[in-house]
């Protein structure tokens, strides 16, 4: 198990299958189990409306609670969470353009009185603005080479987004690179990989997952990767020169 992070599990594919159900009955026997389960169904409701009542009303309460919540507090709480995230998200911006390291540090720190994305994580915890600070947090701290927090914040941002999930994923595994922990990096490259299929991260990281691969061994996968490249993706940058990493993978293998 890797030391500076909490692994997830793997998604698992459902197949639904289809099952028959054969006709034990004749027309007339089924009309007859139906009339006798409709007359059951009203006896106990008759015996149960009371709670019945209760129940149906414990529920309208919930649900008029979740409405009144969402409208009252969870939504002016995003709106607030985002107006404070404003400035670290410009700071973010403009390190990223300069790759000042003091500029990350603002990011992450905040100033003049303005939040920072660690203020936000902590101050807006369960808003889509405190998950994507923490997005923001890991990689300023990846800019910054601090790759123990960079995993920490990536691995606590949840994203469905085509980019962004499979960008944090990636960047986990730059940072376990670094720290030379070559395995967990190969795991979260394939991780990213596979996570949302599009022209931009998907060649990027099965190139790094197939590097990788090979230099742990793992021949036949790296070269499942870099033909996946060449056939999927011929328009990306990893696909130019992805024939002497397919002759590299196929020679390793032998």
Known sequence: MATYKKRGGKPKTKVEKQQSIEEGSTTAEVFNTLDENVSKTEQWVAANQKYIFIIVGLAAVLVLGFLGFDKYVQQPKESQAMNDMYSAQKY??????????????????????????????????????????????????????????????????????????????????????????????????????????????????????????????????ALEYFQTIKAEFPESTEAKDIDVFIGKAQAASN
């Open 92 to 221: 973010f911006d403009e390190a990223v353009a300069t790759s000042q390291d003091s500029l990350f540090t603002l990011s992450l720190d905040g100033a003049d009185g303005k939040y920072g994305m660690l203020d936000i994580v902590d101050t807006y915890s369960g808003t889509n603005a405190g998950n994507l600070a923490n997005y923001y947090a890991g990689m300023a701290y990846l800019n910054m080479k601090d790759y123990v927090n960079a995993i920490e914040y990536l691995n606590a941002f949840e994203s469905t987004d085509d980019v962004l999930g499979p960008i944090a994923k990636g960047g986990i595994g730059d940072a376990f690179v670094q720290l030379e922990q070559l395995e967990d990096a190969y795991d979260y490259y394939v991780q990213a990989a596979n996570a949302k299929t599009n022209n931009y991260t998907t060649p990027m990281y099965l190139y790094k997952a197939g590097v990788l691969g090979l230099k742990l061994d793992k021949n036949t996968k």
